[in-house]
């Protein structure tokens, strides 16, 4: 049952419930005319892991205040902030965890501290920090980022090396490599992997010859579920490691960048003179650090039921779905072309079902995620099947 906002306050015995009014996250709005259930979850075949709505933000933090009483942070000092970095920082095994209000902030904060008085970074064509960052490197912290691979998801440390030791020969003054980023997995290159034996290679290149890596992991659970690496493992050839908090643990905002004592105590200052200090951040922290508990064991579960499912889908006329070639979360489907495809996704909502819109080919892509729990892989082929015949004769 939908909580009521001024009951939830009196039963939780928490008074700073201005902030828990997140805005919705834009995939609520897909499908307009579908009311949310009111006692069923929904299986979302896109987004790495659940979100909520406003209430159901709420009724979450309930559940989260239930098992242990929300506590407030002061600046992101205490409370469920200073839980969850000590969460993160056990988790990537780095000695201190910081929050920051976005993955922007953490990514850039990091590369421009561990560059220190040099300028380049070097960094994948199709990263996050490269594309999608408003060239904050350049016009903000004087860097230079000098990316690799074209339109791929990974450079190799031969590229690396290659395109270091040719520096003298392109440019006539020195300024120095400061930094190497790597996003893994890649956003635009749908979720896709960097090899885990191209990172120690390149890791191996960096120590020999004092330049600093940081890892942006914003999905970093996605590689690691799908790789079989440890997130432990993955941030070990790193210097520090930037992780999201609402790309798949129910927040709806936040970032967490985990490093050295010597790199995260110079944090505070910057993300105060960068406009990034809020007064408080507890209801993110809270809804990351409950949603965190047990969420490597309901994404690999998840991934276990994907073979059912994969092979009953299928088994439907015109049905296929494709793992990606060194993928992680995303896959893709094809169904067949020329159906009715708003009565298609209106009849798997019934089922509390909801897709990626596909193209009039037929093709999208889908995403597995821990919301494939709530229904079992045979319910879920049926309610496919279902949708399928609708498509065809409405």
Not at 2 to 13: A, Q, T
Not at 127 to 140: I, M, N, P, T
Request: hydrophobic letters at 40%; a neutral charge; one cysteine or more.
């Amino acid at each position: 049952m939908p909580v009521n906002r001024r009951s939830f306050i009196k039963k939780s015995g928490v008074g700073l419930l201005p902030a828990l009014l997140p805005a919705i996250p834009v995939f609520t709005t897909e499908q307009k005319d579908i009311p949310s259930p009111p006692n069923e979850k929904w299986v979302k075949f896109f987004f790495e892991g659940e979100w909520f709505n406003e209430l159901e933000f709420l009724e979450e933090l309930q559940v989260a205040h239930k098992k242990q009483p929300l506590r407030a942070d002061r600046y992101g000092d205490g409370g469920a902030v200073e839980e969850l970095e000590k969460k993160m920082a056990a988790l990537t095994g780095k000695s201190d965890a910081i929050f920051m209000p976005t993955g922007t902030m953490a990514n850039q904060l990091a590369i421009a501290t561990l560059c220190g008085e040099n300028t380049k970074i070097f960094l994948q064509d199709t990263s996050h920090v490269y594309r999608d960052e408003a060239d904050a490197a350049q016009s903000v912290h004087n860097k230079r980022l000098m990316p690799l691979a074209t339109d791929k998801t990974y450079f190799t440390a031969d590229e690396l090396k290659a395109a270091i030791d040719n520096l003298p020969n392109v440019e006539v003054f020195k300024s120095g490599v400061g930094c190497v980023s790597i996003e893994n997995p890649v956003r635009r290159t749908d979720e896709r992997i960097v090899p885990i034996e191209e990172i120690k290679k390149i890791s191996a290149y960096c120590k020999a010859n004092n330049i600093k890596m940081h890892l942006d992991g914003a999905r970093i659970f996605m590689a690691s579920a799908w790789s079989g690496v440890s997130i432990k493992e993955y941030a070990s050839y790193f210097d520090t490691v930037y992780i999201s908090l609402y790309k798949y643990l129910g927040a709806n905002a936040g970032a967490v960048l985990c490093g050295d004592k010597a790199i995260i105590d110079k944090m505070p200052h910057l993300i105060k003179i960068h406009g990034g200090a809020m007064y408080q951040n507890w209801t993110n922290a809270a809804m990351a650090s409950h949603r965190l508990d047990g969420f490597e064991d309901r994404l690999k579960e998840a991934i276990k039921r994907t073979g059912k499912l994969f092979d009953g889908l299928n088994k439907l006329p015109g049905v296929k779905v494709n793992a990606m070639d060194g993928g992680s979360n995303m896959h893709q489907m094809k169904i067949p072309a020329g159906l009715n495809l708003p009565a298609f996704r209106e009849e798997l909502a019934k089922s509390f079902i909801r897709t990626p819109r596909p193209n009039d080919n037929g093709d999208f892509k889908i995403s597995i995620n821990e919301t494939l729990l709530y229904q079992e892989p045979d319910a879920i082929v049926a309610a496919f099947k279902a949708a399928l015949e609708k498509a065809k004769t409405t």
